[in-house]
C-alpha cells in the first residue's frame, strides 16, 4: 500500500491550493486528510466514504475545504479555499475502512505528508 500526498506550498490568506493523494494497493477504503501544526495533535479535516457519495468536514474547515475523489486515477483531491494562517500544517492522507473515523490512530494507512503555510 501507497499514499503520495502533493501539492503543498505557501499561499497568502484568502488564498487557494488543492492537494492530491494519490495510492495504490487499496480496496474498498475510505481515505481522510489529517493535519499536523509545531505542537499540536494532528487533528482530522476531512473524510471520504468508499462509494465516494458521503464526506465528513471538521468544523473548522466546513464550507472551505472540499474533498473528492477521482476511482480511475486513484486519487484523492483537498480543495482548499480562503485559507487561514491558522491552516497552516503539515497534511497527511490515510485510508480506513470506515469513513466516518476522525480518530488519527484509527486509520490504517498514512502518506507522508505534505506542507501548508499561509501567510498573513
Known amino acids: 500500500v501507497q499514499l503520495q500526498a502533493s501539492g503543498g506550498g505557501l499561499v497568502q490568506a484568502g488564498g487557494s491550493l488543492r492537494l492530491s493523494c494519490a495510492f495504490s494497493?487499496?480496496?474498498?477504503?475510505?481515505m481522510g486528510w489529517f493535519r499536523q501544526a509545531p505542537g499540536k495533535e494532528r487533528e482530522f479535516v476531512a473524510s471520504?466514504?468508499?462509494?465516494?457519495?458521503?464526506?465528513n468536514y471538521a468544523d473548522s474547515v466546513k464550507g472551505r475545504f472540499t474533498i473528492s475523489g477521482d476511482n480511475a486515477k486513484n486519487t484523492v483531491y483537498l480543495q482548499m479555499n480562503n485559507l487561514k494562517p491558522e491552516d497552516t500544517a503539515v497534511y497527511y492522507c490515510?485510508?480506513?475502512?470506515?469513513?466516518?473515523?476522525?480518530?488519527?490512530?484509527?486509520?490504517?494507512?498514512w502518506g507522508q505528508g505534505t506542507q501548508v503555510t499561509v501567510s498573513s
Open positions: 471520504l466514504s468508499r462509494s465516494g457519495d458521503s464526506t
Open positions: 494497493g487499496l480496496n474498498n477504503y475510505a
Open positions: 490515510a485510508a480506513d475502512r470506515r469513513w466516518m473515523v476522525i480518530d488519527a490512530r484509527e486509520y490504517d494507512y
